[in-house]
């Protein structure tokens, strides 16, 4: 299957407009909230929901598209035959978004591992900030939040977001966090137009491709990105994830590094 027709919107802030939440799928029969993402909603503006069914072998595809029949103004499914990965399926996914001309597109992983009672802080940051093209979640243990992580996990995961944060040369708490939010502009279109380097750490390649192509330069670029800390996130069981997938990273950073060098603001 070919990518939808893409339909950028040059308004990048219309009150009216919806907020668009894709969601990558992959065999995910036992761990999708079928439930809530039947009925979520924003207090204010309409979410569209797309659904991207990258190739699954399970029931997937059925669970997804019961909840688009149960949302049909607000909901579609984008199925592929073939699996082709995470990085793939958001892409593609981003594409088809933007025919529904939103103000705002993010992607939420399948197992909302971060609820959806999150997003509204995500939607927030742009309303109030318009500065602000990404808002991307931090997983961030504080007091008062609830992040749970299985501690191999979490002491992997710092220090690859170090790693990262070194190649992005950008002070990046989080990257792999899988709650993400951007506001329409001719820029995000050309960040999801071609297909990433990177599979695994895909996430950094779209921040080192926001800040390769602002127009204003990689110190505009990171005053673009907020970090949000998420109030709750939970690791859900049954995660693909495994202690090997980190070794992919590494080469992963090592492309994203030579393909997008940083650069230096002027003076």
């Not at 939010?181 to 071609?194: A, D, G, H, S, W």
Request: hydrophobic fraction near 45%.
């Amino acid at each position: 299957m070919t990518d939808a027709r893409v339909i950028l919107g040059t308004v990048a802030n219309v009150s009216a407009s919806p907020v668009a939440l894709v969601v990558p799928c992959f065999n995910e029969e036992a761990r999708l909230a079928v439930g809530l993402l039947r009925e979520a909603r924003l207090d204010r503006g309409r979410l569209d929901l797309v659904l991207v069914d990258d190739g699954s072998t399970d029931a997937t595809r059925s669970l997804l598209e019961q909840i688009r029949d149960h949302r049909p103004d607000s909901a579609c499914v984008v199925a592929y035959d073939r699996n082709a990965g995470k990085a793939e399926a958001v892409r593609r996914g981003v594409l088809s978004a933007l025919s529904r001309r939103p103000r705002a597109i993010g992607f939420w992983d399948a197992d909302l591992a971060t609820p959806l009672q999150e997003l509204p802080g995500f939607v927030d940051v742009l309303e109030r900030r318009p500065d602000v093209d990404v808002v991307i979640g931090s997983r961030v243990k504080l007091m008062g939040r609830s992040i749970e992580r299985r501690a191999w996990r979490h002491y992997v995961g710092r220090l690859f977001a170090t790693a990262a944060s070194l190649t992005l040369d950008l002070p990046v708490y989080d990257t792999q966090c899988g709650a993400k939010l951007f506001r329409v502009t001719p820029t995000l279109e050309q960040i999801f137009r071609q297909p990433f380097l990177a599979t695994w750490a895909f996430d950094v390649e779209v921040l080192a491709r926001f800040a390769a192509l602002h127009p204003e330069g990689p110190a505009a670029a990171a005053r673009a990105i907020y970090e949000l800390p998420l109030g709750r996130w939970m690791d859900v069981r049954g995660s693909k994830l495994k202690p090997g997938d980190f070794a992919r990273a590494a080469l992963d950073l090592a492309r994203i590094r030579r393909a997008y060098p940083p650069r230096r603001s002027a003076g």
